[in-house]
């Protein structure tokens, strides 16, 4: 099993803290110089690197220079201002820190050594004139006024990311969860764990030996896991079983004596008891803790030490004088130039911005500085979350576009026949995390969930997503979108249902559901034509090429039955696939998946919807559907709402934009058939790929 050893100083590690930011910690008229930092150590900042500032070395005051992390002013060291100034010689020093892990969900950590998205965190350096900044007593790891420091030593496990406790029916809710986050493999049959101790050891204290060992349930019944001192064929010692349930973060704390060290050091054994059948669980970390004299300490563990090199500057912008009502969320990466815009982002608000284009009040931000401004500098959708609790009740904006593609930071890939995680690779994944998604399984509605007072379990604003992985895709989609909008196309009032099914049973369910959705779509469009076709065979998938119904031009396609990212029941392809006869410019229909998966544009792999998406000049408009398990009586309540609001007084009303028609869909959803974990999470996990502002049903008006 694969793990970290970490050694650290007790009060040199990462506190708890919360990334609540009611009071700012930064000031709109400074610039800050962010330092990013992945290991425990020194850093160093030569004066030299000051000279960003602006202000000749030898007129820096020292006194005003101030470093933050999260939010709080941290102390550094100055040195060389012993003669009233800074030369090129001289230099700053700080305590930096490896990113870990936070919550401030009230749900324990399985992993507290292991971010969910990255060991990097950041600092801010600041120069205030007139302010004096914090400063160390001196250089180096501060130590304790004690004779003794508690040193630990930690073996971290994270070769797996669990997704934790699940409701029924193996649906899982994308908030936090108990159970959820890095850690080992379920534990095998027989597990060895060792613990190498240098000579700084014959001095620690035998009565202050202890081993923490932190456990996490894998499955819902009672865990009881065998261990003992020593390996599979030796038993030195017997410990005490520990016992904890479901999906429960356990930690079990150990007493250890001299004796149980042969040889400089500690070999644990752990098992699964055969007889429990199903007794899945994995360890987090295990710590041993002692105390050693100080001297002894600094000996044993001498800190690493690294040089800045580089200050990235940074502004902040204050967003309470911006209003907007409509939100486009992006990356640097798609503000490059296409092959039809200078920047296809801008383009993107340009357009929205537009008569042609709805006449929204729009808003460009980039999550790199959504990070830097709500997240202190971390890479974490909270930054998003953040800015949302923050400008929202400001100004009540009506539709969050997320205009990059995201990868989750479990994501896997084969490198040199080895298994990575995007977490700590993502050099390795072809497609990378622009604008990450807010929860697991996949979710963008928790972004803008419990916003609205008293509403917590509705959404704010609409959201939708646009999975672009280069400015060009966003081109291509966007150029998708004015042609929509500009044309009013044949076969507008034309429907085609795809039923699948595994069995005559499951088919004859599914096809009673689709003439439901029918009627509805015929109550209120009455001329609306709606086309069916039905899986004939017994194989697992029916390969369709649609390229006749698709080409004559269709307002909407809807599909019940199993499914997946990469295919369904009833295949239709890729639309990029030049071997198939889709040739559909100006007529991009809608397409409402109802299966598992096919909203999945999170993972490693190109996925069917995406593809339909930003394939340029043919395939739809916009893609719904579930980025998880799809569990067909929820589908089916809710495609029902759906059609009912899509079609309701469709020949007379003003038409509806899309994300209209999905909050309103989940408003009633929840109002028939309440609040439940299981409903919950079905909600949050219906993805919109694609623009909320869009109006399919009538065509866009001007």
């Given at each position: 099993m694969?793990n970290?050893?970490?050694l ?6 990462l506190?708890?803290f919360?990334?609540?930011?009611d009071?700012?910690?930064f ?11 992945a290991?425990e150590g020194?850093?160093r900042?030569?004066?030299r690197?000051l000279t960003?500032?602006g202000?000749p070395?030898k ?6 220079l ?8 941290v102390?550094i060291w100055?040195q060389?201002?012993q ?7 001289d230099?700053l020093?700080?305590?930096g820190v ?22 990097t965190?950041a600092f801010?350096?600041a120069?205030t004139p007139?302010?004096?900044?914090k400063?160390m007593?001196s250089?180096g790891?501060?130590?304790s006024g004690?004779?003794?420091?508690d040193?630990?030593?930690?073996q971290?496990f994270a ?5 934790g406790?699940?409701?029924?029916w193996g649906l899982r809710?994308s908030?936090?969860?108990e159970g ?13 764990l060792?613990?190498l101790?240098?000579?700084?050891f014959a ?17 819902p019944q009672e ?7 020593g390996t599979?064929?030796?038993v ?9 349930s479901?999906?429960e ?19 644990l054994?752990l ?5 429990r059948?199903?007794?899945y ?10 105390l ?5 300490a600094?000996n044993?563990v ?12 940074v502004?902040?912008r204050?967003?309470r004088?911006l209003?907007?009502?409509?939100l486009?969320?992006?990356?640097q990466q798609?503000?490059?130039p296409?092959l ?14 537009s ?12 999550i ?7 997240a202190?500098?971390e890479r974490?959708?909270?930054a ?17 576009l ?11 890939a ?11 690779a993502?050099?390795?994944f ?14 963008d509605?928790?972004f803008?969930r419990g916003?609205q007072?008293?509403?917590?379990e509705?959404?704010?604003m ?9 400015s ?11 042609e929509?909008e ?5 076969g507008?009032?034309?429907i085609l249902?795809?039923i699948?099914g595994?069995n005559p ?7 009673s559901?689709m003439?439901v959705?029918?009627?509805?779509a ?10 069916t076709?039905r ?10 090429d649609?390229?006749k119904?698709?080409?004559a031009g ?5 599909y019940?039955?199993?499914g997946s990212?990469?295919?369904n029941?009833?295949d ?7 071997t198939?006869s ?5 007529k991009?229909?809608?397409l409402?998946?109802?299966g598992?998966?096919?909203?999945n ?11 339909w ?8 408009i916009?893609?719904?559907?579930n ?5 067909d009586l929820?589908?089916?309540r809710?495609?029902?709402?759906w ?7 469709a020949?007379?009303a003003?038409?509806?934009?899309l994300?209209?028609?999905l909050?309103r869909?989940?408003r ?7 609040l439940?974990?299981?409903h919950e999470?079905?909600?949050?996990q219906?993805?919109l790929l694609g623009?909320p502002?869009?109006?399919i ?6």
């Open positions: 694969r970290s050893l970490v650290l100083l007790f009060g040199f590690s506190s708890n919360s990334l609540a930011q009071s700012p910690w000031r709109y008229d400074l610039t800050y110089y962010k330092i990013q930092t290991t020194i850093y900042i030569p004066a690197c960003v500032l202000i070395l007129r820096i005051d020292s006194r005003y101030r470093l933050y992390h999260r939010g709080k002013e102390g100055v060389g201002v003669d009233g100034r800074l030369d090129s010689e230099y020093e700080f305590l490896k990113n870990e892990e936070w919550s401030n969900s009230g749900i324990a950590i399985p992993n507290p050594y292991v971010n969910t998205y990255s060991d965190t801010f350096l120069y007139g302010e004096q900044g400063r007593a250089p790891v501060h130590l004690s004779d003794q420091l040193v630990a030593q930690v971290v070769e797996e990311y669990a997704l406790k699940m409701a029924r809710s908030t936090r969860k959820q986050g890095w850690m080992s493999s379920v534990i095998a049959p027989d597990l060895n060792e613990f101790l240098d000579s700084a001095k620690v204290d035998s009565q202050s030996i202890s081993l923490k060992l932190a456990w996490v349930g894998r499955s865990h009881v896991p065998i261990l003992w001192l599979s064929s030796q030195i010692r017997a410990l005490p079983s520990p016992q904890f479901g999906f973060s356990f930690r079990q704390s150990l007493v250890l004596k001299q004796e149980d060290f042969q040889e400089g050091k500690l070999k054994h098992a699964v008891d055969p007889a059948k199903g007794d669980f994995s360890l987090a970390f295990a710590q041993i803790t002692y050693l004299p100080q001297a002894a600094r044993a001498g800190p690493v030490r690294f040089t800045v090199e580089v200050l990235q500057p502004r902040f204050d967003y004088s209003p907007a009502n409509y486009l969320v992006g990356h798609l503000q490059k296409s039809q815009h200078a920047n296809a982002l801008d383009a993107y608000a340009s357009y929205r911005a008569p042609a284009g709805g006449n929204f009040d729009t808003l460009v931000l980039r790199e500085e959504l990070y830097d401004q709500f202190f500098g974490t959708p909270w998003l979350t953040a800015f949302l609790k923050f400008y929202w009740p400001i100004h009540h904006p009506q539709y969050l997320l205009t990059g593609r995201s990868v989750v930071p479990f994501a896997q084969w490198v040199d026949h080895a298994s990575v995680f995007y977490r700590n993502p050099q390795a072809d497609l990378q995390d622009l604008v990450p998604t807010a929860g697991f399984p996949p979710s509605a928790y803008v916003l007072p008293g509403e917590p509705l959404s704010a609409a959201v939708g997503r646009i999975p672009a992985k280069t060009q895709d966003l081109s291509n989609y966007l150029n998708k979108v004015i929509k500009r044309v009013l196309v044949s507008h009032n034309r249902h795809l699948g595994m049973a499951e088919l004859a369910r599914h096809s559901f003439e959705f029918a009627a509805l015929k109550s209120g469009l009455p001329e609306v034509e709606v086309i076709y899986k004939q065979g017994e194989a697992e998938v029916e390969r369709v649609l390229g119904e698709i080409n269709l307002v909407l396609l809807t019940f039955g199993h990212l990469g295919y029941e009833l239709f392809g890729y639309v990029s696939d030049s198939l889709y040739a559909n410019a100006g991009y229909p809608l409402l998946i109802n598992c998966e096919y909203g544009a999170f993972g490693p792999s190109y996925s069917q919807g995406e593809d998406l930003l394939t340029p000049n043919k395939g739809a916009a893609v719904l559907s980025s998880s398990l799809g569990v929820l589908l089916k809710y495609t029902e709402i059609y009912k609001h899509l079609f309701a007084g020949p007379t003003d038409p509806l934009h994300g209209d028609i909050l869909t989940e009633e959803f929840l109002f028939r058939y309440g439940s974990s299981e999470a079905f909600l949050s219906q993805v623009d502002a869009l109006c049903l009538p065509p866009f008006l001007r």
